[in-house]
């Protein structure tokens, strides 16, 4: 969970660099990951309900499209140019949003490995959180968020906006990631 002192802070900074939310945890996000792996260029796939840009209306359950967001970090560029940047590089990935990862992975024929993730191995997600079901004086209930039990990549970062906080939590593949490696990360 991050302080609601540090929360604070971090809406004040997407505020002052005039960028969503979602812009400055994914850039936090995608700094941490230039620092682990010392590659100023990175991937990470984002949700995106890719249903609403094609014009459907009615869809029978959850169908989310993951937009590959490729970001160079570079180190000599302050906060504020780089979140604009992202932004830009944002806005740019949701004009295609419609455009599958599958499509795109097919269409750049990229060889495909059934070990290893085609071209998005990580993801990130930021999440509004569950507001209590109300019925009236019936019937009241809550939401639960279910742990995940299968993910198709390797990491992935999941945020909760709880309003004064931030709920962090992550899955990971086992094969290739220790629990204290990621505790360390978060």
């Known amino acids: 969970i991050l302080s609601p002192d540090l929360t604070k802070k971090i809406r004040g900074l997407s505020e002052q660099c005039g960028v969503t939310l979602f812009t400055t945890l994914l850039g936090g996000y995608q700094a941490l990951l230039q620092r682990l792996t010392s590659q100023e260029d990175s991937v990470v796939g984002i949700a995106s309900a890719g249903q609403a840009a094609m014009g459907i209306n ?13 970001t160079a970090v570079q180190s000599n560029l302050v906060a504020r140019d780089y979140l604009r940047n992202l932004k830009s590089d944002l806005l740019d ?3 295609h949003q ?3 990862l599958g499509a795109l992975v097919k269409e750049l024929a990229i060889p495909r490995d059934p070990s ?3 071209l998005v191995s990580t993801t990130f997600n930021l999440e509004p959180a569950a507001s209590p079901l109300d019925f009236g004086d019936a019937v ?3 939401v639960k968020v ?5 993910l198709g990549h390797d990491l992935s970062m999941f945020l909760v906006d709880e ?3 931030f709920s962090i939590s992550c899955a990971f593949n086992r094969d290739l990631f220790n629990r204290d490696t990621i505790t360390r990360w978060l």
Do not use: M
Not at 58 to 70: A, D, E, S, T, Y
Not at 146 to 150: D, G, L
């Open 58 to 70: 009615r869809l029978c359950g959850h169908c989310v499209n993951f937009l590959p967001i490729r």
């Open 93 to 95: 990935a949701y004009e």
């Open 98 to 100: 419609y455009f599958s």
């Open 116 to 118: 290893r993730p085609g």
């Open 140 to 142: 009241q209930g809550t």
């Open 146 to 150: 279910n742990p995940k039990q299968f």
């Open 163 to 165: 309003g004064d906080h």
